[in-house]
Nanobody, 127 residues
């Protein structure tokens, strides 16, 4: 069973930056054969898509409200996916989860299509 462990969350002032990462282990296939996604869940709200990156091409897609502020990237040699978050606003406060799915299943932005999930890391942005 694929294991995903997030790290790097914390408390930051509005306008600041934070980077979270997710390392994958117990993979059946090479990390490059997994699409990776970042999702978040704010208090009292449903979990939502934030960003995703394809396994082989590293093509990226973002939620509209984070475009230009967040950057998803991956290092296949380290089995790690990153989410660099800049110009943070209080509305970005949430638990951030990484997710994985074999790339041929093309999960895209749909969280229901992701099979593997991390435990989440808290990001809090105060004004």
């Amino acid at each position: 069973q694929v294991r995903l462990v997030e790290s790097g969350g914390g408390l930051v002032q509005a306008g600041g930056s934070l980077s979270v990462s997710c390392i994958a282990s117990r993979l059946t296939f090479a990390f490059s054969r997994y699409d990776m996604g970042w999702f978040r869940q704010a208090p009292g709200k449903e979990r939502e898509f934030v960003a995703a990156i394809r396994g082989s091409t590293s093509t990226t897609v973002y939620k509209d409200s984070v475009k230009g502020r967040f950057t998803i990237s991956r290092d296949n040699s380290k089995n790690t996916v990153y989410l660099q978050m800049n110009n943070l606003i209080p509305e970005d406060t949430a638990v951030y989860y990484c997710a994985a799915q074999e790339t041929w299943r093309r999960p895209g932005t749909d969280q229901k299509q992701y099979a593997y999930w991390g435990q989440g890391t808290q990001v809090t942005v105060h004004s």
